[in-house]
């Protein structure tokens, strides 16, 4: 099926059917007669004629939004704005009206067989500074609903007032920028010429480029054609039109995918009787565990007694058996669970209570076809039905009325329970992954990716040999401490076992596990259950290509069972895995922002003394699935681990397979032969541990910045490496040190994606510096670019940094209007309080233009406005008083504060060396300080 849509800024929608209402219409006529779907802008309706839209045409319908109500007030003059959506009738039963609560967009979802797209029709505001805030608005408003939305197809059409053609066009940046950071593809700009215009002038006689079509990344995909229809206007607005294949649109359908099983446990719903109930059936089942006495008394480390690790594995086995026997009776049935949509228990489980209780009693008194019985019957059964309907009319109201009254209860787990509950969304699966359809099959395609990434490196096994070493000794206090650090609410493994089936089962699990988990440390080996690992593929990005591999990350899910041991582990492992000072990646008091700072403080330092600094930021491919097993073991072997631990990672590793979850089929298993491990908590300190001796051989070389005494020539966050040197020789020495150690330990560079910055001093702006390589590939220079996901730019100037931020909270501000715009006042505070105010790295925010401050704080300030649903005349320092919120200006000195606590609080050396006077004078050089300070004693 091929359809075609026009969009028009029609200047004016005349609804009559006169000689001269239709003569004003003229241009709308025409386009009716040659398309399938209309879209509209500046109709100039008021929300009294809408319905009129309806009579248009005789073979169409259509919808729209108004910004006027005449029924509220006197318009003087015409009616501002408006879009409408117009469709063949034909169509009407694939079309489904949108309504987004605003006056600028209406929207459409157009189903035709498995293929379902969405249209949306946008009207925004004209190019000038006084409205750029609300330009802004609108496209945040854009990118918060495709990014919630179910479907991945989304057309994005209309009058956008943003002038691509023009590199001047304020609004025409902010387009660009709003495509860029949501991964949108403006489709009209791909399809059309450069000197396309879709505006004239009748003042000026000058043409402009203002309508546009803007997809997703499939949609566009899906496009046959997108036109510019010159010869049906002179002036003013020219149709803009574009032809959809639809049968080019990737199909999906709705998960379906159930609990392990088909069944789980909602521990949050099980009562203290129940839970009681659970404990005391643990600790029955668990006494019925047979103990292998020889096998757990063996203390020979090198024993190899078949019969002693099926004797562990049986009893490992059996403690599992009881845990999920002993929960049997609190399973749930996804198909059989109890309505919970807010206020069902309040005003809809009486009824049905009782509307059962007739029921039974009319069916025992023989289904009389009149009598009391019947007519009871049917009063309990209208009671129940009206109930119903009652719940489900107001479902948002409830909603918003029982998050309230959590709130005000102070039950703040009840509260973000019902916070999550607004935001989930149901699954959507694309029928097709690159080509390949059905569940089964596209399953067995993930088993082919992923068995392709984790075996693409050549390593020889490992063999530990004959150990010396004692047997390690897990504790029940140890046991049962580590389960009670587990994170609740998450997804069990093969196994079914989650952390709450340990953390409420009887106090002798742990006493079973630890004697369990010593025997098998004893013995080197693990039970099957626990080197199984299920992988979840997940969309990255909604707005790319659905049916692309590259478009997905894996969840894996691994047994609770694996992470109480590898969390043992990881403290006895913790004295042998330490890494340098340059390391800042899954640290106990670490973070991304104390990295960037120690980074933006060296190079501010060099370039106060005039030097130009080069800085290198290094992006490695698929690093932690890239570890080479051998090597990893060989460096922990050289650290002096314990050989009984090297040997059950050994084991672990070489024994561990994958299987790959798509809806509710699952693939064949297949053997890992790279990367450390799916989910795992040893996986990021073993990462750190592979790639600390990278980190040794930069720090031994003899370029960078000298802070002190001390060099820095690198930092590290996990994978994440940036380099820097005041010289070119030198920088390109740390990127021949990086090349070399990458073919040493299989670690894959992509040169397309790292960049070099090159922070200039005033005198040396015009030189031409040489061409830096990376593994032989020559390397990118830019002025800017995302670290640690904060912008830095060759100048450190912070404005871009700061923009990023002021588009977020836009995006967040209109995501929580939509969803919570019942909800009390009281509710939207503590919302905005928890998406809103906390701003990523902003006391780094240092070197920027006032102008910059101000905008943010006007989207600061219009955020709480939009959320409270005030116009935007309303006094924003008023409404941070009466909500206690923080203003911009102080909120922005409480995070500057907690950072310089948390600098001079840091063990790090780096950051010491920076900050303590006892280590060096920096401190009372530094841009940074010094702003802070300025900041803090201004309000003094």
């Known amino acids: 099926m091929v359809v075609r849509v026009v969009s028009y800024n029609s200047r004016g929608l005349r609804l009559g059917q006169t000689a001269g209402d239709r003569a004003h219409r003229v241009i709308v006529d025409q386009l009716l007669e040659t398309t399938d779907i209309l879209c509209l802008q500046e109709t100039f309706l008021a929300k009294q004629d809408l319905d009129k839209l309806n009579s248009v045409h005789i073979d169409f319908h259509g919808a729209g939004e108004s910004t006027t109500d005449l029924s509220t007030r006197m318009v003087r003059g015409r009616i501002p704005g408006g879009v409408a959506i117009l469709w063949r009738k034909k169509y009407d039963p694939m079309i489904s009206i949108i309504r987004l609560e605003v006056d600028w967009c209406i929207a459409i979802k157009v189903m035709h067989n498995m293929n379902v797209f969405i249209i949306l029709n946008v009207y925004t505001p004209y190019d000038c500074y006084k409205n750029e805030d609300e330009y802004m608005n609108r496209l945040a408003f854009l990118n918060s609903y495709i990014k919630e939305c179910t479907y991945a197809n989304i057309f994005v059409m209309g009058d956008l007032n943003a002038d691509i053609s023009d590199d001047k066009s304020l ?210 059964h209208a009671r129940y039905k009206y109930a119903v309907r009652f719940v489900g009319k107001h479902e948002q109201a409830l909603r918003a009325h029982s998050m309230a009254e959590n709130l005000l209860g102070n039950n703040v787990t009840e509260f973000w329970k019902e916070v999550k509950a607004t935001n989930r969304a149901k699954a959507v699966l694309p029928c097709h992954i690159e080509g390949v359809s059905g569940g089964d099959n596209i399953a067995e395609q993930w088993r082919l990716h992923y068995a392709a990434l984790f075996n693409c490196i050549k390593s020889e096994p490992y063999c530990v040999g004959k150990l010396k070493e004692e047997v390690i000794h897990f504790t029940p206090s140890e046991v ?108 106990a008091k670490h973070s991304t922002d104390l990295c960037i700072y120690a980074l933006k403080e060296a190079v501010e330092s060099y370039r106060r003394q005039g030097s130009t600094i080069f800085l290198g930021f290094i992006d490695a491919s698929k690093a932690f699935d890239r570890v080479n097993h051998h090597k990893l073991f060989t460096k922990l072997k050289l650290r002096g681990v314990p050989g009984c631990i090297i040997r059950i990672l050994v084991y672990w590793y070489a024994k561990q397979h994958m299987q790959v979850k798509w809806g509710n089929s699952l693939s064949s298993p297949f053997s890992v032969g790279n990367g450390v491990r799916q989910g795992g908590l040893l996986s990021p300190a073993l990462f750190n541990l592979y790639m600390d001796s990278l980190s040794k051989q930069l720090g031994k070389c003899k370029t960078g910045c000298l802070i002190g005494n001390t060099l820095l020539n690198h930092l590290m966050y996990a994978d994440d490496l940036a380099i820097m040197s005041p010289s070119t020789v030198g920088f390109q020495q740390l990127l021949d040190i990086c090349s070399e150690y990458g073919v040493e330990f299989d670690v894959k560079y992509n040169a397309k994606k790292s960049v070099v910055l090159i922070c200039r001093t005033k005198e040396d702006q015009k030189l031409h510096f040489p061409t830096f390589y990376l593994s032989g590939q020559s390397l990118c220079v830019s002025y800017c670019t995302k670290y640690l996901g904060h912008i830095i730019t060759d100048r450190l100037e912070d404005d871009a940094d700061m923009y990023r931020q002021r588009r977020m909270l836009y995006v967040q501000a209109n995501m929580l209007v939509r969803k919570f715009h019942h909800c009390s006042d009281d509710v939207k505070v503590r919302l905005f309080r928890a998406y809103c105010t906390p701003m990523y790295a902003a006391p780094l925010w240092v070197n920027y233009k006032k102008e910059t401050m101000r905008k943010l704080q006007v989207a600061y300030n219009d955020c709480l406005r939009i959320l409270l649903e005030k116009p935007r005349s309303s006094s924003a320092s008023k409404l941070f008083c009466d909500s206690g919120l923080s203003t911009l200006q102080a909120l922005l000195r409480n995070l500057m504060f907690k950072f310089m606590s948390r600098l001079d609080e840091s063990q790090n050396c780096i950051i010491m060396m920076l900050t303590s006077p006892r280590c060096s004078s920096a401190r009372y050089q530094s841009y940074l300080w010094k702003h802070w300070y300025g900041c803090l004693l201004r309000l003094s």
């Open 480 to 587: 049962y401490h580590v389960i009670e650090q587990l994170a609740d609410n998450k997804a069990s493994g093969k196994d079914n076992i989650t952390a709450e089936h340990l953390k409420l089962a009887s106090p002798r699990v742990a006493a079973l596990l630890s004697i369990c988990l010593t025997g098998l440390m004893t013995h080197g080996i693990l039970p099957d259950t626990m080197l199984t690992v299920t992988l979840v593929p997940v969309i990255k990005d909604k707005a790319g290509k659905i049916g692309s591999l590259d478009n997905y990350r894996p969840i894996a899910l691994a047994s609770i069972l694996s992470k109480v041991l590898e969390k043992m582990l990881l403290d006895r492992l913790s004295e042998f895995i330490y890494t340098t000072e340059n390391q800042f990646g899954f640290k």
């Open 171 to 380: 609004f025409g940046q902010h387009l660009m920028q709003f495509c860029h950071d949501s991964k949108l593809v403006l489709s009209s700009m791909k399809f059309l010429p450069v000197d396309s215009y879709t505006y004239i002038s009748e003042a000026w006689h000058t043409t402009s480029w203002l309508d546009h079509v803007i997809c997703t990344s499939d949609a566009h995909d899906s496009l046959e054609t997108v036109e510019i229809m010159y010869g049906l206007t002179t002036t003013d607005h020219v149709p803009v039109s574009m032809t959809i294949n639809v049968d080019n649109l990737p199909d999906c359908s709705r998960s379906t995918e159930d609990g392990a099983n088909g069944v789980k446990v909602n521990w949050a719903k099980q009562s203290k009787e129940d839970v009681m109930f659970y404990c005391a059936r643990t600790d029955v089942l668990l006494r019925e565990v047979q103990l292998p006495m020889d096998a757990i008394l063996c203390s020979n480390i090198n024993c190899d007694d078949d019969t002693h690790c099926n004797d562990l594995g049986e009893m490992y086995n059996s403690i599992v058996s009881a845990i999920y026997e002993a929960s049997r009776p609190l399973h749930t049935h996804p198909r059989k669970v109890k309505n919970t949509k807010p206020g069902w228990t309040k005003y809809v489980a009486a009824h049905q209570e009782a509307a059962k209780t007739a029921h039974r009693a009319w069916v025992i008194a023989g289904r009389p076809r009149q009598g009391p019985e019947l007519e009871h019957k049917k009063l309990t």
